[in-house]
């Protein structure tokens, strides 16, 4: 069945930098955009950015711009999401999701399957 | 403060109704499909709704999706203890170019 399975806990300081792999298994990445969410503790979900199914072209929110990368290694279906200069204010659950589009992307679209989330805490 | 508006809690009795309402604008709901996912603490969401109104398989039909113009509703009925959980609506923004999402909703069962 669809899996996602994501790294384990993280404990960074403030400054440094956390990188976030999420295992794709029953499909492969080459066919569906993947997307990270995060979510502090008892905040909402908020959406960091995503990468294209065919890995050439990566969209970020506009407050991750500068300090957010997302990659893959289709050889292992893995996708990663690294997050730089660390606040304490990026702690938080980071969860990968695949997206599912329906014609036109930015109209029709829904998360079908999601990782299990990997806590980052940034102490400072 | 989230672009898309929703109650922070609702609660009801077993076997009752509740309704999520999500709030937004023409940028957002008013133009694009709504999505609706279900949490429990301490895991990951899962989707309940897509396309406004659509079930996943295995989502019993007891979950509904409805929209409205700028607003986007989801409908519990015969709620269950089980049922105890966050919701949250969720949207592609025209206007931010982003994915947004409601602060979520805390369903009770009283």
């Known amino acids: 069945q669809v899996q996602l399975v994501q790294s384990g806990a993280e404990v960074k300081e403030a400054g440094a930098s956390v990188k976030v792999s999420c295992k794709a298994s029953?499909?492969?990445?080459?066919?569906?955009?993947v997307n990270w969410v995060r979510q502090a503790t008892g905040q909402g979900l908020e959406w960091m950015g995503g990468?294209?199914?065919?890995?050439?072209?990566?969209y970020y929110a506009q407050k991750f711009q500068d300090r957010l990368t997302m990659t893959r290694d289709t050889s292992i279906n893995t996708a990663y999401m690294e997050l730089r200069s660390l606040r304490s204010d990026d702690t938080a659950v980071y969860y990968c999701?695949?997206?599912?589009?329906?014609?036109?992307?930015?109209?029709?679209?829904?998360?079908?399957?999601w990782g299990q989330g990997a806590l980052v805490t940034v102490s400072s | 403060q989230s672009v898309l508006t929703q109650p922070p809690s609702v609660s009801a009795a077993p076997g009752q109704t509740v309704t999520i309402s999500c709030s937004g604008s023409?940028?957002?709901?008013?133009?694009?499909?709504v999505s609706w996912y279900q949490q429990f603490p301490g895991t990951a969401p899962k989707l309940l709704i897509y396309?406004?109104?659509k079930r996943p398989s295995g989502i019993p039909d007891r979950f509904s999706g409805s929209k409205s113009g700028t607003s986007a509703t989801l409908g519990i009925t015969g709620l269950q203890p089980g049922d105890e959980a966050d919701y949250s609506c969720?949207?592609?923004?025209?206007?931010?170019?982003?994915?947004?999402f409601g602060g979520g909703t805390k369903v009770t069962v009283l």
């Open positions: 999701a695949r997206l599912i589009c329906g014609g036109e992307c930015s109209r029709r679209r829904y998360f079908d399957y």
């Open positions: 029953e499909f492969s990445f080459t066919g569906y955009d």
């Open positions: 990468m294209s199914a065919n890995g050439g072209n990566t």
């Open positions: 023409s940028s957002n709901i008013g133009n694009n499909y």
């Open positions: 396309d406004n109104y």
């Open positions: 969720e949207v592609y923004d025209n206007s931010l170019s982003a994915v947004v």
